[in-house]
């Protein structure tokens, strides 16, 4: 069984960054493709981003894709998530999920079948 653990999170100013961690234990990291969800108060858990395998495809949704950059590091089993000037409305729990389907990188949390346990991003006005 796929453990990831997040770490990263916490509390920011508007325009300030943060750099949210996932490490995996429990299988090979580079048989699976790793997204980026969020939960923002209230809401449902929406995309973020996602990085295939071989980190050479990636894709954002559409409203972050200029300020947040994934990325991974198959020899450390860790994706990252670079979030650059932040908002308020950004402000949600984070969670870092890896789907086993290698051919193409989803957007739907429908497509992961492991998640990790959530870090808080509070972003502050």
């Known amino acids: 069984q796929a453990q990831l653990v997040e770490s990263g999170g916490g509390l920011v100013q508007a325009g300030g960054s943060l750099r949210l961690s996932c490490a995996v234990s429990g299988r090979d990291f580079s048989d699976y493709t790793a997204g980026w969800f969020r939960q923002p108060p209230g809401k449902e858990r929406e995309f973020v981003a996602a990085?295939?395998?071989?980190?050479?495809?990636?894709r954002y949704e559409a409203s972050i894709k200029t300020r947040f950059v994934i990325s991974r590091d198959n020899a450390k089993s860790t994706s990252y998530l670079q979030m650059n000037s932040l908002k308020p409305e950004d402000t949600g729990v984070y969670y870092c999920?890896?789907?086993?389907?290698?051919?193409?990188?989803?957007?739907?949390?429908?497509?992961?079948?492991?998640w990790g346990q959530g870090t808080q991003v509070t972003v502050s006005s």
């Open positions: 990085v295939s395998w071989h980190g050479t495809v990636t």
């Open positions: 999920a890896l789907s086993a389907d290698r051919q193409r990188v989803g957007v739907r949390p429908d497509d992961y079948g492991y």
